[in-house]
């Protein structure tokens, strides 16, 4: 453990050494002039993949001033129809009308597979999604985990203070190869994901107890509570906050159709989390994305600190996908993760600073946590920090 460790260190400081050498000016000239070094500024842009990154690329390049041509997909149910007024077309037809005059924009988040089966069909311009990111950084950055290389010169110290935080060989290396991808954005740099089955529940890393009393922070429509039920864990309780009241009405759909000591098992509640007890706004779009906002356009929501929430069963175990809200949501958890210690499975991809800041708030609030990193999709998606109190840590772990 203690040579591995010394690699591992030994590769960081040469990722921050080569930083270092290739200067500011360079990298940013570098990340600017990043798809133009890939293909040809006055290409057209065809986007594949009509689903939700879809549809929020097109958004973005829309307030950029770029119109695509088209999209494409896989799914024949898509084909003919329109999104925003943009034709989705089969792959045979747009590599056939487009291949030599078009660069293709795979809007997939898991989109390797897509990507190489483009280039089989003879296209010689694919490119990931998140090339776009910094192509037009206003419009695009810094949601989604990207943001300029820069950020990561900026705050060196504190990312190698990040490093040393982390429990086994497997973290330091995500660590090091997401601070690697974010500085060089190499589309297939990136080794294979974990098994996006065991996300939030990694089977290699906690030991399971069964009295767990879940909290779902950022329940969605139960997706997590159909996990921890595909799953067969056992479970005291389960609290489900969900803020959103689409997605709210979705969830309590779903547990109305379980039977009557299940949904007893299960407490809804209709906050989102922050720091403070109050009122926040939140852009409630009923999907994934919801999340609080700024502008009081919004639709207004009650938010609460996890230490303002009555527990009638002691929370054991906290998973966190709140669109960036992350931080302030442990904030306000402060006494209840000091002195609970309940596993934790926190989202830190939304942002790319929260590769570092997660961990290293976690750690600030309650120094006896193993600290583990996980991801779950290509690029720096599904990307969840894992603090798990010493006695819940498989002993194979460490």
């Not at 809200?325 to 306000?332: I, K, N, Q, T």
Request: proline share 5%.
């Amino acid at each position: 453990m203690a040579e591995a460790l010394v690699d591992s260190r030994d590769r960081f400081d040469r990722l921050v050494a080569g930083f270092k050498e290739e200067g500011s000016g360079a990298c940013s000239q570098r990340w600017r002039s990043h798809v133009e070094g890939m293909t040809d500024r006055t290409r057209q842009i065809l986007l594949f993949g009509a689903g939700q990154f879809g549809t929020l690329t097109l958004d973005r390049l829309r307030h950029a001033g770029v119109e695509p041509c088209c999209f494409s997909d896989n799914n024949q149910d898509r084909w003919g129809t329109t999104i925003a007024g943009v034709e989705v077309i089969p792959p045979q037809e747009a590599v056939a009308r487009y291949s030599d005059s078009a660069t293709f924009i795979v809007t997939i988040f898991n989109g390797s597979n897509v990507r190489q089966q483009l280039r089989q069909m003879g296209c010689k311009y694919v490119l990931p999604a998140t090339s776009l990111f910094w192509r037009y950084p206003r419009e695009f950055m810094p949601d989604l985990g990207i943001d300029s290389p820069e950020l990561l010169t900026e705050h060196e110290e504190q990312i190698r203070h990040c490093f040393d935080l982390f429990a086994d060989e497997s973290s330091r290396k995500e660590f090091c190869d997401q601070i690697q991808w974010r500085y060089w954005f190499e589309p297939e740099f990136l080794a294979l994901s974990e098994n996006p089955k065991e996300t939030y529940f990694p089977e290699g890393l906690v030991k399971p107890i069964s009295e767990e009393v879940f909290v779902d922070c950022g329940a969605f429509d139960g997706d997590c509570i159909r996990s921890i039920l595909e799953r067969r864990r056992n479970f005291e309780h389960i609290y489900a906050l969900e803020p959103d009241p689409k997605n709210r009405r979705r969830l309590q759909n779903f547990l109305s159709q379980k039977d009557l000591m299940l949904r007893d098992k299960v407490t809804v509640l209709p906050y989102a989390l922050a720091d403070h007890d109050g009122t926040v706004f939140m852009s409630g779009s009923g999907d994934v994305t919801s999340r609080m906002t700024s502008a009081e356009s919004d639709e207004a929501v009650e938010c609460k600190r996890l230490d303002s929430l009555e527990w009638s069963y002691k929370p054991t175990y906290i998973k966190m996908d709140i669109e960036g809200a992350e931080p302030d949501a442990l904030v306000g958890g402060t006494r209840l993760l000091s002195q609970a210690m309940p596993v934790l499975a926190i989202c830190l991809y939304h942002r790319s600073e929260h590769l570092w800041e997660i961990p290293t708030l976690i750690h600030a609030i309650q120094p006896s946590y193993s600290l583990f990193l996980r991801r779950y999709a290509e690029d720096c998606w599904e990307q969840v920090c894992y603090a798990i109190p010493k006695h819940r840590v498989l002993s194979e772990v460490l």
